[in-house]
């Protein structure tokens, strides 16, 4: 299924009319907006998507009788008197992707005619519901239109048309006008007047209409559509009204004019992330509207010259830099953020305890479900939670070991290509690379082996082993399936495990006993490796990593005091850096189960609030804990942040927390599974564990076959594109702009942002993403690749 673009048009200046509550007056409002463009000898047309009730009495028709001269048109009419989603029971009931595609189709089709105002008229109040159950509010959301709001005039209608627009405005509607009817004894105009006159909102008031016969008959009603024809004939005259629709076209061109120089602007005042600026411009910088699932809505990116909309559907090919899991615009987290920023704003966290942050902490080792862990630590985001960990690592193993980390240096253990921040303590736990080599602290300590890698190479899931290991670690190994990679039951006992935990053990013993060297903590990305370039480390390797330190504590000190106790580091504290892999985004709660290992320290963020707000948490165990309790403030763990456990993004983090957890175990991943589970398990072996992705096998298979492609894989939200380059690939190879150019023009009705690392091209989804909506994406890669 196609994604539906917002709205914004140069021709047609397109609005949506939502109502404060029931029988305020929506039509009225339009009937009277339409005619007053009609007499500007400008055309108006009157959109309905859903109509209930007797056609007599349809909102469409009224503005065919009284809209003297404007095009209507009504989507789907309902006979019955009722709200939407229950007059739809007994009919063929629209998709909400299918209603909002009507809506933009018709849209368009107005645009390239001589339309140059359009109002599309909502039914009921804000969270009236629509045909399918849900809140026009949200339905209607990704067309995000500007908003006519028709308030109440009526008792209560102060609060209930506040309420209305604090709802849209939580969503990320552009409220542009207000309008309601004078009633002289409640007032309502007044100080709803002031209320959004300090917003910058126009509000006009519009005389109350003749009042609706009490007779029916013949006579009764002439005369009350003779009284409604004059009212309409007064009333668009007015002045204010005339001015609003000024005011309402000035917006409409501002808004494309201030999205027209953005880029321009940008390139003037901002100093991008991860961006060599030389030879930048400002066609290279994304202009974005707004954003809503898995898509942004982006400015100047049509591949027509007469667009349908001046805004484009773009996927989100990084998840927003890996941090998307809920999908762009959750109303359910926009209304925990809005919640804890009312309750608290952000309060002081030292010494102290709000209600989000212990809820979170809880919460959390539920669902890490590690019996080593404890202890909750909260900072702002991965890398400096990250050096939370490093300080947490390196501390317990000099307390251990007795060792001075002032008087001699203290290295890590890990894999080359890891890369855990841009912060100089982390930054210094990573091999040196593009990202840090120029970097005048850096100095790198620490030992990063290299490691075999898992992918598809034309159509055949392989363990691919580093050419100048071969001798020590064997051939590479051909699999069956992706679950078969992870089936570290039986791998455990097999040759390939004793060659690795050999190899692991000789290099860390000529470390220490031939250099001097000193560890004080081994520090993974579980299963990828992220910023190294998609790099897919054989499962099976991790595991006996993290074996041998355990199992091997004579490594690192020649007489090691036992462990306390089975939940006890051994050798080394094991840091795992879940940030990008943990939290569902492999498909599981913990990328650490994939291993069937239990960390000391493991650090989460990104996924940690579904992509609304910054939070990371650094959990660890009683025992690393303990060591730093003492008389001593100097002894504590004296590391912070102004917003450490900020109460919005705790309470958001709870909430998306729950959201995942709920998709896990309510069967919302089932279709994705099943495809994995007919063409990827093999049934007949009971130990292969539930491996999947929300891309489909038949691509992988297709891709992998592409001759540009040197292997592909996927796993969970995660597909990687690896592709073929003389040079060798690295991070600083350009084999991958092709193809992220190719998907930046994309289709007809929607391109891709994405990011490359070097020759690696990498797309992610929501962990909300649903089946019918990636194969359209799907269909592109292959036109792009096969």
């Known amino acids: 299924m196609a994604p539906v673009g917002a709205g914004l048009w140069r021709t047609l200046r397109a609005h949506q009319v939502y109502g404060a509550n029931t029988d305020v007056g929506k039509t009225i409002v339009s009937t009277v907006l339409c005619n007053a463009v009609q007499r500007q000898e400008q055309r108006a047309a009157f959109l309905k998507p859903v109509s209930t009730g007797s056609l007599d009495d349809a909102d469409d028709r009224h503005l065919k009788r009284y809209g003297v001269g404007t095009l209507t048109k009504c989507l789907y009419q309902f006979d019955e008197p009722v709200s939407p989603h229950i007059a739809a029971r007994q009919k063929t009931i629209p998709r909400d992707d299918d209603l909002l595609a009507s809506i933009h189709k018709t849209l368009s089709d107005w645009a390239r005619t001589d339309i140059d105002f359009a109002l599309v008229e909502t039914a009921g109040g804000v969270h009236s519901p629509g045909p399918n159950g849900n809140s026009q509010a949200d339905l209607y959301r990704p067309l995000r239109l500007p908003i006519v709001l028709v308030a109440d005039s009526r008792l209560g209608g102060i609060s209930s048309s506040i309420s209305a627009y ?22 309502n105009h007044e100080y709803l007047g002031d209320f959004f006159r300090n917003k910058s909102i126009p509000l006009v008031p519009l005389p109350a209409p ?12 002439a005369k009350d559509e003779e009284a409604m024809s004059a009212y309409y004939q007064r009333v668009s005259r007015e002045s204010d009204i005339m001015r609003l629709l000024e005011e309402m ?100 966290f030292a010494g102290a305890v709000h209600e989000p942050a212990l809820a979170l902490a809880d919460n959390l080792l539920k669902t890490l479900d590690n019996p080593r862990f404890a202890k909750v630590f909260y900072t702002d985001n991965g890398s400096t939670g990250m050096e939370v960990a490093l300080k947490m690592g390196l501390r317990v193993s000099c307390d251990r070991y007795g060792w001075d980390a002032a008087k001699e240096q203290i290295s890590i253990l890990g894999l080359k290509g890891s890369y855990h921040g841009d912060t100089i303590g982390v930054m210094d736990c990573s091999e040196p690379s593009t990202y840090n080599k120029k970097v005048e602290w850096y100095r790198g300590r620490g030992h ?51 060659r690795y935990k050999d190899y692991i053990r000789k290099t860390i013993k000529d470390l220490v006993h031939r250099h001097g060297m000193k560890f004080g903590a081994l520090i993974l990305e579980p299963v990828i490796l992220g910023a190294g370039g998609m790099l897919f480390c054989d499962p ?32 080394l504290p094991v840091v795992f850096d879940e940030v990008f892999t943990g939290l569902y985004r492999l498909g599981r709660p913990t990328s650490a189960s994939f291993l069937g290992v239990h960390p000391d320290i493991a650090v989460n963020a990104k996924l940690l609030t579904g992509g609304l707000i910054p939070l990371c948490t650094t959990v660890a165990s009683q025992e690393i804990f303990d060591t ?29 927390l729950k959201a995942m957890s709920d998709m896990d175990s309510n069967g919302s991943w089932e279709k994705f599974k099943t495809d994995w589970s007919q063409k990827d398990m093999a049934p007949a072996n009971a130990s292969v564990p539930d491996v999947w992705s929300v891309w489909s096998q038949s691509l992988l298979q297709d891709l992998s076959r592409a001759e540009s492609v040197e292997s592909v894989f996927a796993i969970g939200t995660v597909l990687s594109i690896s592709l073929r380059d003389a040079q060798g690939g690295g991070y600083t190879s350009t084999a991958a702009k092709g193809l992220q150019q190719q998907l930046a023009i994309g289709s007809d009705q929607f391109n891709v942002h994405s990011r490359v690392l070097g020759n690696v091209l990498y797309l992610m989804s929501s962990v909300t993403s649903k089946p019918e909506s990636l194969p359209e994406l799907e269909n592109l890669l292959r036109s792009s690749l096969v």
Request: glycine residues 6%; negative net charge; charged residues 25%.
């Open 448 to 498: 990063w082996f290299d490691f075999p890698l898992v992918k598809m190479v034309d159509g055949q899931w392989k363990v691919e082993v580093p050419a100048d290991l071969k001798a020590e670690l064997g051939s590479d190994v051909e699999f069956d399936s992706l679950g078969s990679v992870f089936d570290l039951q039986t791998r455990l006992s097999s040759e390939t495990s004793l």
């Open 628 to 656: 730093f309790s003492s008389p001593e403030k100097s002894d504590a763990l004296l590391h912070g942040h102004s917003y450490t456990a900020h109460a919005v993004g705790c309470t958001v983090a709870v909430d998306s």
């Open 249 to 348: 076209n000035a917006r409409n061109t501002e808004r494309i004019e201030r999205l027209e120089e953005m880029a321009s602007r940008a390139q003037d005042l901002i100093w991008y992330p991860f961006t060599q600026h030389h030879g930048m411009r400002p066609k290279d910088i994304t202009v974005i509207d707004s954003a809503h699932d898995d898509f942004f809505q982006t400015f100047g990116s049509s591949r027509s010259e007469k667009p349908d909309s001046e805004l484009r559907p773009t996927f989100d090919g990084s998840a927003s830099w890996w941090t998307q899991g809920l999908g762009h615009g959750n109303p359910e987290l926009s209304l925990s953020a809005a919640y804890a920023a009312g309750r608290y704003g952000h309060v002081m």
């Open 540 to 571: 099976l390797f991790q595991r006996c990593l993290t074996d041998v330190v355990r199992d091997h504590p004579e490594l690192f000190s020649p007489n090691p005091p036992s462990p306390k106790d089975a939940s006890s580091w051994s050798g």
């Open 210 to 221: 003749p009042a609706r016969p009490s007779q029916t008959d013949a006579s009764a009603l």
């Open 166 to 187: 604090e709802s849209l405005l939580l969503r990320g509607y552009d409220v542009q006008s207000v309008l309601l009817f004078r009633d002289n004894y409640y007032q």
